[in-house]
């Protein structure tokens, strides 16, 4: 982990041990705001105060796709709550904008409660680099829009930095991540993987934007050669029953080196796109 430790170091490392549940960031402190990117868990999570009140949140596993964000302060109007029913994800000037369901999630301390949104992609993190400002609104209502520094896009960078290293520390080929490599991609409609049965059961699940979560390793053939399970609802068979099922059902084109040579890549795989989870909104 020394490499991490140095990379992360750039912008601050939040420390913090490994668990089951992914940690919660300690805030930085107000009166000199700097990025903190942690990625002492499963997660990669990048935080900085946006104005004097609200800090911003992003969290991803590791090369999943699959970016989570949370604005979290002490207090939200009550309206906030609407979010529950669809927002609307603004990021000026670009005019980039992100449609999706949220939830008000409880974070405790000075945090406080997170406007909190899962399953956006890529494109989110890079317009996000390159934004000015970030607005929210539900309802047809915006409740905040804030200002986005310009060391923004060097924070992304960081925090893509975090999920190569991870993903190398896991046995991927650093190969892959070097100039000219290509990253697996996946091959076919990945809701169809996982058994139905065992998606259906994931109700509720209250840690915000798990359903369920696998580390792959995919071979050079593109198959999965191992699979581990990060964290998973304990109302379904995914926990039992997904890697057997990931293992026999996945495949993707695989990783590339400049030269163009497969190679053995290490990625998450999420359910996020795959079932709906429902939120207890209060």
């Not at 912008?11 to 940690?23: C, Q, S, T």
């Not at 670009?94 to 369901?101: A, E, I, M, N, S």
């Not at 509720?204 to 593109?222: E, I, M, N, Y």
């Given at each position: 982990?020394?490499?991490?430790?140095?990379?992360?170091?750039?912008?601050?490392?939040?420390?913090?041990?490994?668990?089951?549940?992914p940690p919660v960031p300690t805030p930085p402190s107000a009166a000199a705001p700097r990025w903190h990117v942690d990625g002492s868990g499963d997660r990669c999570i990048l935080?900085?105060?946006?104005?004097?009140?609200?800090?911003?949140?992003?969290?991803?596993?590791?090369?999943?796709?699959?970016?989570?964000?949370?604005?979290?302060?002490?207090?939200?109007?009550?309206?906030?709550?609407?979010?529950?029913?669809?927002?609307?994800?603004?990021?000026?000037?670009?005019?980039?904008?992100?449609?999706?369901?949220?939830?008000?999630?409880?974070?405790?301390?000075?945090?406080?409660?997170?406007?909190?949104?899962?399953?956006?992609?890529?494109?989110?993190?890079?317009?996000?680099?390159?934004?000015?400002?970030?607005?929210?609104?539900?309802?047809?209502?915006?409740?905040?829009?804030?200002?986005?520094?310009?060391?923004?896009?060097?924070?992304?960078?960081?925090?893509?930095?975090?999920?190569?290293?991870?993903?190398?520390?896991?046995?991927?080929?650093?190969?892959?991540?070097?100039?000219?490599?290509?990253?697996?991609?996946?091959?076919?409609?990945?809701?169809?993987?996982?058994?139905?049965?065992?998606?259906?059961?994931?109700?509720?699940?209250?840690?915000?934007?798990?359903?369920?979560?696998?580390?792959?390793?995919?071979?050079?053939?593109?198959?999965?050669?191992?699979?581990?399970?990060?964290?998973?609802?304990?109302?379904?068979?995914?926990?039992?029953?997904?890697?057997?099922?990931?293992?026999?059902?996945?495949?993707?084109?695989?990783?590339?080196?400049?030269?163009?040579?497969?190679v053995r890549s290490v990625l998450t795989f999420s359910t996020a796109y795959q079932i709906v989870i429902t939120f207890d909104v209060r």
């Amino acid at each position: 982990m020394g490499a991490l430790s140095m990379v992360l170091g750039l912008f601050g490392l939040a420390a913090g041990n490994a668990a089951a549940e992914p940690p919660v960031p300690t805030p930085p402190s107000a009166a000199a705001p700097r990025w903190h990117v942690d990625g002492s868990g499963d997660r990669c999570i990048l935080t900085r105060p946006l104005d004097p009140a609200t800090t911003v949140i992003l969290r991803v596993l590791p090369l999943s796709g699959d970016y989570e964000l949370m604005l979290a302060r002490a207090d939200w109007p009550a309206g906030t709550a609407r979010v529950a029913d669809g927002a609307d994800i603004v990021l000026f000037p670009q005019v980039d904008g992100f449609k999706r369901r949220g939830a008000m999630v409880a974070l405790g301390g000075e945090l406080g409660k997170a406007v909190a949104f899962s399953g956006l992609p890529p494109q989110f993190l890079t317009a996000f680099g390159a934004a000015k400002t970030l607005a929210v609104g539900a309802g047809g209502k915006q409740f905040v829009e804030l200002p986005v520094p310009a060391s923004a896009k060097s924070a992304v960078e960081a925090l893509r930095r975090c999920e190569e290293v991870k993903a190398v520390d896991w046995g991927a080929d650093p190969a892959a991540f070097g100039p000219g490599g290509t990253l697996p991609k996946p091959i076919g409609n990945t809701s169809k993987w996982l058994d139905e049965r065992d998606l259906g059961a994931v109700n509720t699940w209250r840690d915000f934007g798990a359903g369920a979560a696998f580390r792959l390793t995919v071979g050079p053939d593109g198959k999965v050669e191992k699979c581990d399970v990060l964290e998973a609802s304990p109302n379904s068979g995914l926990r039992a029953n997904g890697c057997k099922s990931l293992i026999a059902h996945g495949r993707y084109e695989p990783a590339k080196d400049a030269a163009g040579k497969p190679v053995r890549s290490v990625l998450t795989f999420s359910t996020a796109y795959q079932i709906v989870i429902t939120f207890d909104v209060r």
